[in-house]
């Protein structure tokens, strides 16, 4: 049973710094991962998709990398602004269907 | 972009009674949906895959009597929680997949649901 992991839970961090946050998850066999973003009581704003054969895909001012192998992502966020505190979440679709898998999420707070 | 549109965003109702929630696929027409409940500071977990003119399939431990779901046309879903309990309450987000790939995949912006 496939299973995802975010570290860590919340962070807190002051404005301008380069932060990188974590997802693991148990079985490689993956279609794809996604990095959502989501604000209190809100849906879900999708950041970055990364098909299995890639590796990182960028977005502006952030990154998310790949290593199916090793059942790794992280999702590197350049010079952080207050805008950008928010939960954000990662996915994994196993089964290639839209069916998602997600992580318990990180809860950013980003300090003027 | 295609959007999906979900309604109520917010609801609160008394126990014992039911409650509809709609997942509508504005611009793009979509076989599977799938709904998701969330709890406060917790992940999002997958009830249930809505199926256009099939039976949804439901996730372990999700009570198909007590969560009706309906995908009558191919850009509507709903999902009734049917006798509605206190511990009922939570967020639920559907969402939607577009065409022949799953890439196109769209988030509904989730119902609030309160029961008193």
């Known amino acids: 049973k496939q299973e995802v992991t975010q570290i860590p839970a919340a962070l807190s961090v002051p404005e301008g710094e380069n932060l990188v946050l974590n997802c693991s998850f148990t079985?490689?066999?993956?279609?794809?991962l996604q990095w959502f973003r989501q604000d209190p009581g809100k849906g879900l704003t999708s950041l970055l998709l990364?098909?299995?054969?890639?590796r990182e895909q960028t977005s502006g001012r952030l990154n998310a990398s790949l290593d199916k192998s090793s059942g790794r992502s992280t999702l590197y966020i350049a010079a952080s602004q207050p805008g950008d505190s928010a939960t954000y979440l990662c996915?994994?679709?196993?089964?290639?269907?839209?069916?998602?898998?997600f992580g318990q999420g990180t809860t950013l707070q980003v300090k003027p | 972009g295609a959007v999906v549109s979900q309604h109520p965003s917010r609801v609160i109702c008394k126990s014992g009674t039911s409650v509809k929630i709609e997942c509508r696929s504005l611009?793009?027409?979509?076989?599977?949906m799938f709904w998701y409940r969330q709890f406060p500071k917790k992940s999002l977990m997958l009830m249930a895959t809505?199926?256009?003119?099939?039976?949804?399939?439901?996730e372990q431990g999700v009570e198909k009597d007590k969560f009706l779901i309906n995908h009558a046309s191919l850009t509507l879903s709903t999902l009734t929680v049917t006798s509605a309990h206190p511990e009922d309450s939570s967020f639920y987000i559907c969402?939607?997949?577009?065409?022949?790939?799953?890439?196109?995949?769209?988030f509904g912006s989730g119902t609030q649901l309160s029961v008193l």
């Open positions: 969402s939607a997949v577009s065409g022949v790939t799953n890439e196109k995949l769209f």
């Open positions: 079985d490689s066999a993956i279609y794809n």
């Open positions: 990364i098909q299995s054969s890639q």
């Open positions: 996915a994994v679709d196993s089964s290639n269907t839209g069916k998602l898998i």
């Open positions: 611009d793009f027409q979509a076989t599977t």
């Open positions: 809505s199926n256009e003119g099939s039976k949804a399939t439901y």
